[in-house]
């Protein structure tokens, strides 16, 4: 059963750092587009970053320049270093994972068929 474990959230003032990691069970991940999403309370669910098999990425314009999404094959484990953090960073940050070779398109959310339960992020000023 496939599953995915995302860890290394916190608390941290704004212009901190915090790396989360996410690890997959059950699935080999390293053929496949991953990505981190967040949703904050009274939002909608909002797409960071995406990583395709070859290590392509794609931004969210409100974290390009701060965030850093990475894989580890070898390990199975999907990363989202963050710096230079902010208030509104402040929500609950979930990894996600496909199964089939599609390419890493923005925006096509329904094609993720994994999901993490979720790490809390908060940003206080």
């Known amino acids: 059963q496939v599953q995915l474990v995302e860890s290394g959230g916190g608390s941290v003032q704004a212009g901190g750092s915090l790396r989360l990691s996410c690890a997959a069970t059950g699935y080999t991940s390293s053929n496949y587009c991953m990505g981190w999403f967040r949703q904050a309370p009274g939002k909608e669910r909002e797409e960071v970053a995406l990583i395709a098999s070859g290590g392509r990425t794609n931004y969210a314009d409100s974290v390009k320049g701060r965030f850093t999404i990475s894989r580890d094959n070898a390990k199975n484990t999907l990363y989202l270093q963050m710096s230079g953090l902010k208030v509104e960073d402040t929500a609950t940050y979930y990894c996600?994972?496909?199964?089939?070779?599609?390419?890493?398109?923005?925006?096509?959310?329904?094609?993720?068929?994994?999901w993490g339960r979720g790490t809390q992020v908060t940003v206080s000023s």
């Open positions: 996600a994972a496909q199964r089939a070779t599609w390419p890493c398109v923005w925006g096509a959310v329904s094609r993720f068929n994994y």
